[in-house]
């Protein structure tokens, strides 16, 4: 499609939108928000969409694409712009694919009510996140910055966002360490550093997160042991911490979150055993354990509540014989044993029945359907 007629639609939706909310009733926009805005903005360019250009003029809450403010004081109160197709405006536009270039200016601290940030998915933002970020937006609740260039650490002091619930860093070039602070996020939700380059330990505290329901860490240089702390996470429902280097053995408590739903841990120097606590935790859809150093038998303790669409244990140091248990099981979709050192033979019936011979390949003492009679 030609660009001018992109231009010429998305110039109609922002029309329509304008529409829409100056029907709302305007609020006035506040002039130093006015100010801090036209600065974020000057350091970021974006061409394709142009959405920019509706950043002029004076009334930044009702007409400038992706600002919101608070109603009653005309302060901003949200910044949301979106590259890729994930705007449903854009994307029903047939507009996506844009990028930005630029770096996150520090004038963006200036918006000290600010309670959303997002700029996701633009592939080409870079420089550091703003050091003045934490403590300059005590208000914020939604830092999603994923899909950019951004480098540097995340900033030492970001416990003191008290009400931060999501906060979303992945898929950029983010170095240092999990700043320890972050154990005082107490309203977080949704963490994601994933495919980053961040290094060092997950904080000892990071149990203290009590209302985190996933985390996600894969894809960076994270070492040291899981903190036997996160045992203490009742709402945690996703916990993906693979291809990273995270040694020790897996604590037990890991199992005590009753939601606990998909477990990756693929790729890590893990060793110990698995946890039986682990196998009996209801709920569990997903386990990966891929790829450690994982030894010791496979504890002979599922049952019907046992709901596997994948239970991955290959390319481990694991044990004894294949858990008779798990015919029990009320589904076990994908199963893979193998490259491990398990003996015996396969026990009959369900899943062994419906599966083929690489679910348990590389173990040589394995035998019986479907790898060769015993
Ligand atoms: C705009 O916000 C500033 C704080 O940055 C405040 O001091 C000022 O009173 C506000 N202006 C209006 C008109 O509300
Ligand atoms: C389990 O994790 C490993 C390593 O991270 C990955 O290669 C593998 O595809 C995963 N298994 C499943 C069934 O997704």
Known sequence: MATPFLAFLFLLILIAS????????????????REALLSFRSALSESHLGIFSSWSGDECCSKWYGVSCDPSSGRVAGISLRGESQDPILSAAGLSGALMYGRISSDLCRLDRLTTLVLADWKHISGPIPSCLPSSLPLLRILDLVGNRLSGPIPDDIGTLSRLAVLNLADNQISGTIPPSISSLS??????????RISGPIPTDFGNLAMLSRVLLARNRISGGIPSSAGRMLRLADLDLSENRISGAIPTSLG????????????NKLTGEIPS???????LNILNLSRNAIGGEIPDAFGGWSY????DLSHNQLTGSVPATLASAAYVGHLDLSNNQLRGSIPAGTPFNRLDAASFDGNDGLCGGPLPAC
């Open 18 to 33: 304008a529409a829409a909310s100056s029907a709302e009733g305007a609020t006035k926009c506040n002039a130093s928000d």
């Open 277 to 283: 606590s682990m196998i009996e935790s209801r709920g």
């Open 308 to 311: 596997y669409t994948a239970l």
């Open 256 to 267: 005590s979150s009753s939601v606990l739903s998909s477990v990756y841990l693929g790729s």
């Open 187 to 196: 309203a977080l939700m949704h963490l994601d550093l994933s495919s980053n």
